[in-house]
Structures are given as C-alpha cells and as structure tokens.
C-alpha cells in the first residue's frame, strides 16, 4: 500500500490571520478520510490486505484499493458477497475467501476484477455458481470451490476462463456432469472432483480439456464406466484416479485413448471381473492400483499392454489363483502385493519375466506348502542370494504340520503332495 499521505501547513495570508478560528472550523466540518488500513485487519504487508480470523461479518472497506494485490479474508462469518463488495480493486491478484459462510455470490461480485490469478472459495456454504459469476475473470489461473454445497454444474458455469489452470470442485453435492462441462477451459491441467456424489457421467462431459493432465474422481458413486469414449477427450491425461467408487464394470478398452497415462487407481470399487482388454492402450502406464476388489481371477492378458508398469497393487482382493503368465510381459515390474488374497499356492515360473522386481508382499494368503510351491521357494532363495529381493513372507496354513511355519525355513523334502492328489507342476530354478 502506499505510504501514509503527509499534512502540508498552510500559511494564511495576513488578511485571513483574524478568521482563524471560522477556517478550523471549516475544516472540521469537511469529511474525515477513510483509514488507509481497515479495523482490524493488518496492512503490514506491501500491497497485501490481511484480514484473516478477525470475526469479521462482512468485508472491509480499504482506503486505497488501487495498490491492493492481494486481499485474505478467510476464516471469518462473511455469509453474502454483493455486487459492490470489490469492485474498487481493480487491480487485485489473489483473493482468498475461504472458511467463511458464504452462502449468497452475487453475479456481478467480481466483475470488475479482470486482473485477478488466483480465486479462493472453498468451505463456505454456496448452493450453486450463478451463470456469468466468473466470466470476467480470464486471467485466472487458480480456482478452489472446494467444500461448498454446490450441486449442478452447466455448461456456462466456467465460461471465460481461458487461463485456469487448476480447479478444485471436490467435496460438493455434484450428482452428474453434463456435456461440455468444462468446455470453456482449454488450458486446465488439474481437475478435482473427488468426494461428490456423481453417479453419472455424460459421454461429452471431459470436452474441451485436451491439456488435463490430472483428472480425480475418487470417492464418488459411480457403478459403472460402460462408454469406451468417455475419456477419449484427455489426450495429454498423467494421472486418473477412480478409487473408492461403486465400480462394478469398466467397459473393453475404457482407456485406450489415454497414451499418456502414468498412474491409474481403480482401488476400493467393487470390481469382481475385469475385460481382457480393459488396459488396452496404457503402454506408458507405471502404477497400478486395484486393491480392495473383488476379483477371483485375472485374464490371462489382461496386463500385456502394460510393458511400462512399476507398480501394481492387488492386495485385498479373492484371487484364488495366477496363470504362469500373468506378469509375463511386465519387464519393468519393482513393487508387486498380492497381500490379502486367497491364494494357495503360485506357479514358481510367475516373476521369472520380471528382473527388476525387489518389492514382493505375499502375506495374508492361505498358503498350502506342498511341492507345487517348490519352484516359487527356489526362484525366492536365488533372487534372495543375488540381493535383488526385500524378504517376502509366506506363511504356511496347510497341511496342519507346517501351519504358521515360513516357506524359505523349509526343505524341499518337506513339502508334501498336494491334499487334492492333483500333480506337483515343480517349476525349475530360476
């Protein structure tokens, strides 16, 4: 802000010497000038107005809005903005207003602030965003409407908005997106709508946003992802996360229009089978994340298009069993859990394409130690020695005798024929 102004000293000419007293006079009864620093806010900063937790009701008038940059109004009792509220500073850059009561936005609140970057309106109370509320703002790069109760979206709702960069809509009363949603922001990049209650998508709702890079949608109700098209507007997508919805099905080829894809979560659905061309197209994928399914088992190619992958999370599923191929094409593979399963036994061939891997959670699972288990404890004791694999724990529960002992603490000539009778398929050592 600028400094404080200065009192000249007027010297009077001698014939007004006499009337001093009707001059004072005159002063006192001109009006008093506004504080250049509002009760009780704090203007210690240059340019920067705070008036974070002050109890405030309502928003302060400044003296001098021209020089204010930056206005922090958040943590207060404001519950209306009007029309009038900021339209003095026309030169501010960042404002936030969150964790306040906002519950009425007028229209035209920020329509004199053509200059402002960054927009905080997160934990209020706002029903919705009026059409036309932020059109004015094309310099905005910043927008947070976190927390709020806002429950429809248009396809005005974000018009004008040429410059944002990153919105944050999580943790709303969302229920759906329309077509063209976000048809207006050809430049986001980061886009938040976790923690909503969306059970529909529209086919067109990701229209327009060819630059996202991160997309959140976890924590919803959605069912299913039936449109093979759905995110094929998200070319340059890094990072798609689906986690704790009701996810029962994903259609064929869901993600193929995503080459980019680095990390993708589906953990915490509801997921019992997956098509074998569910990950068709992710060749760029290097995290994966399914835990807390319901799958029994998995395609035999299901993860072939997947030759980039690093990490993939299966635990807290009821995978009963792997086909020998399985990870076959995962050359890239370093973390892998199948914790929490229910798998007996694993064939010891299953990680022989997988060189890099050295992070390998079997825990949590029904083992039976018996001879089909012989090649997984020769491929485990050989990338042991070399120093190429953390420990990995398997616990035995069948047969009786070997209940609660480890796999790597055993001989080979203690592991029995299996209970069933079926063949003992000793893989050889890696």
Do not use: M
């Given at each position: 802000m600028g400094a404080p102004r200065r009192l000249r000293l007027m010297v009077l000419p001698r014939a007004l010497r006499g009337c001093v007293p009707l001059f004072l006079l005159l002063l006192l009864l001109l009006p008093a000038a506004e504080p250049i620093c509002p009760e009780p806010?704090?203007?210690?900063?240059?340019?920067?107005?705070?008036?974070?937790?002050?109890?405030?009701?309502?928003?302060?008038?400044?003296?001098?809005?021209?020089?204010?940059?930056?206005?922090?109004?958040?943590?207060?009792?404001?519950?209306?903005?009007?029309?009038?509220?900021?339209?003095?500073?026309?030169?501010?850059?960042?404002?936030?207003?969150?964790?306040?009561?906002?519950?009425?936005?007028?229209?035209?609140?920020?329509?004199?602030?053509?200059?402002?970057?960054?927009?905080?309106?997160?934990?209020?109370?706002?029903?919705?965003?009026?059409?036309?509320?932020?059109?004015?703002?094309?310099?905005?790069?910043?927008?947070?409407?976190?927390?709020?109760?806002?429950?429809r979206l248009s396809a005005t709702s974000f018009s004008g908005l040429n410059s944002l960069v990153k919105l944050r809509l999580d943790g709303n009363e969302l229920g759906s997106l329309g077509d063209s949603t976000f048809s207006g922001l050809p430049n986001l990049l980061y886009l938040h709508l976790e923690s909503n209650r969306?059970?529909?998508?529209?086919?067109?709702?990701?229209?327009?946003?060819?630059?996202?890079?991160?997309?959140?949608?976890?924590?919803?109700?959605?069912?299913?992802?039936?449109?093979?098209?759905?995110?094929?507007?998200?070319?340059?997508?890094?990072?798609?996360?689906?986690?704790?919805?009701?996810?029962?099905?994903?259609?064929?080829?869901?993600?193929?229009?995503?080459?980019?894809?680095?990390?993708?979560?589906?953990?915490?659905?509801?997921?019992?089978?997956?098509?074998?061309?569910?990950?068709?197209?992710?060749?760029?994928?290097?995290?994966?994340?399914?835990?807390?399914?319901?799958?029994?088992?998995?395609?035999?190619?299901?993860?072939?298009?997947?030759?980039?992958?690093?990490?993939?999370?299966l635990s807290r599923n009821a995978l009963t069993a792997l086909h020998p191929a399985t990870f076959g094409r995962l050359g890239r593979l370093r973390e892998l859990s199948l914790r929490d399963n229910a798998l007996a036994t694993l064939p010891g061939e299953l990680f022989a394409s997988s060189p890099a891997l050295y992070r390998l959670e079997l825990e949590g699972n029904a083992w039976s130690c018996d001879c089909r288990l012989r090649g997984l404890k020769r491929w485990l004791g050989a990338w042991h020695s070399q120093g190429r694999l953390l420990t990995v724990f398997v616990q035995c529960r069948l047969p009786p005798a070997l209940a609660g002992k480890y796999l790597d603490y055993l001989q080979d000539a203690q592991l029995p024929p299996p209970q069933d009778g079926g063949p003992c398929h000793d893989a050889a050592a890696p």
């Open positions: 806010c704090d203007c210690q900063q240059h340019q920067h107005l705070l008036c974070t937790n002050r109890g405030l009701r309502s928003v302060p008038k400044a003296a001098e809005p021209q020089d204010i940059l930056t206005y922090s109004l958040g943590g207060n009792f404001i519950a209306n903005i009007s029309a009038f509220d900021f339209h003095r500073l026309a030169g501010l850059q960042r404002l936030d207003l969150q964790y306040n009561r906002i519950r009425s936005l007028h229209p035209k609140a920020f329509e004199r602030l053509g200059r402002l970057e960054e927009l905080y309106l997160g934990n209020n109370l706002l029903p919705a965003l009026a059409p036309g509320t932020l059109s004015a703002l094309a310099k905005l790069r910043i927008l947070y409407v976190n927390a709020n109760e806002i429950g969306i059970r529909w998508l529209s086919r067109g709702a990701f229209t327009g946003l060819a630059k996202l890079r991160f997309l959140d949608l976890s924590g919803n109700q959605q069912s299913s992802l039936r449109h093979p098209d759905i995110f094929g507007p998200l070319r340059s997508l890094h990072t798609l996360l689906l986690a704790s919805n009701s996810l029962q099905q994903l259609a064929g080829g869901l993600f193929q229009h995503l080459p980019g894809l680095a990390k993708l979560s589906l953990s915490g659905n509801r997921l019992a089978h997956l098509a074998p061309d569910a990950f068709t197209g992710l060749g760029s994928l290097k995290e994966l994340r399914l835990e807390g399914n319901l799958l029994s088992h998995l395609p035999a190619a299901l993860l072939e298009p997947l030759s980039s992958l690093e990490a993939l999370d």
